[in-house]
């Protein structure tokens, strides 16, 4: 139940512990809050299931209470890194969840492309910024994005994660990577395959990712950018497009 | 040249710009110092060539200004992270090329088994201890890893690694993080089909190292094992056995 003093949650999915795929936390175990809606709309999105309109009946309008039970069902109530993904978490409620996690010593990392900034990233453990590369056919609104630098107020560790499908994008992650120089960069090689909603265990090019995750480091290595780490989505090689784990 | 003033660094080989595929620095591109020697022989050793005294010819006892400069021709003078491993690099003299790094921007990241300890390790930029579990037939001296932690003093950054092939490893494992609290723990899965010398593009059981991957996320994770990170050796799910990438 929700009301005007514990505004809902947009819940897509809750689930873990498994290990973080990606970037700054990859390989540590944590439960996932995958929140629904979106104000962007990737061309290559991977979780369309959390982001496309036609998916909302599928989605939960949760209390924080309510999804803070479950977080706490599935660690067992030991406590563990939550993951706030999307779609855009940004979008969501989340302050009284984190309060409430942290007064039982979770800690939460939330990932969100920077397009909107709320006064509860201050307040993050960990903050990950991923702007959205020429790919995505999104456009970066960089005041937006320095709105979300600001309200973290440099309290959380942040990082940078940017997605890499081309030499295109390739350019927008260095320009990117000097607007922050204080930022730790996280490049990604993209998936072509992402999966189609309803359809999560379907084919991916396993090769192709790798190829891509080659060029990516040779590019890197070539380039001489040796403060980016280059890392594949883990859960990707290992589960392929499956979702929940 | 080496002399009594500059001892020799036994050298297996220096190759890079690659990215760092294991633990803390999974992802970082790197240029890879690995010595010759080592004081263990483990079981299921993936660096034999760098370790079998038979493979000894193949070593060169290089003087640190030559290291050095290799690693400089490598890099193309832009400062990186260099990675020190072997065998074990701890029984090697590498102060002094720390050192000469160190004054041009370059940071130095050693592993070793933490058999031997070195006062240099207190000038380090990453220092990762990585203990041996029972697999590897080797009988680990606490003693000496403890030494290892005091001639490092808290100045580098410290993470514990640990392989894990199988449940008594897993519980070795458990037992050193519950011996050092304040380390980070990296645990990777063990590779059973390792490169023969001289055979390095041989067979990998890339199935195997999967499943081996996914029964410790799902042990780490069951066993609500939240503070370790869990993560495969990222070069060899891209490069399979070969060397000198």
Redesign the interface.
Known sequence: MTCALHPGIRVSEIF????QGEGVL????TVFVRTGGCDYRCSWCDSLHAVDRRFRHDWEMMSPDAVWQKVIAL??G????VSLSGGNPAIQPLGQLIDRGHGEGYRFALETQGSVSKQWFADLDVLVLSPKPPSSEMTTDWAAFDACLEAAQDKPQMALKLVVFDDDDYAYAKDAAARYPQLPV?LQPGNHTPPRPGDEDGFIDMAGV?RR??WL?EK??RD???E?????Q?HV??WGNKRGV
Request: proline share 12%; aromatic share 10%; hydrophobic share 55%.
């Open positions: 873990g512990p498994t290990i990859i390989g540590l175990p660690s067992g030991q406590p563990v890194m996280y790798m995750m080659e480091v890197v290595t001489r950018w040796f980016a780490r280059v890392l594949p883990l090689l290992l």
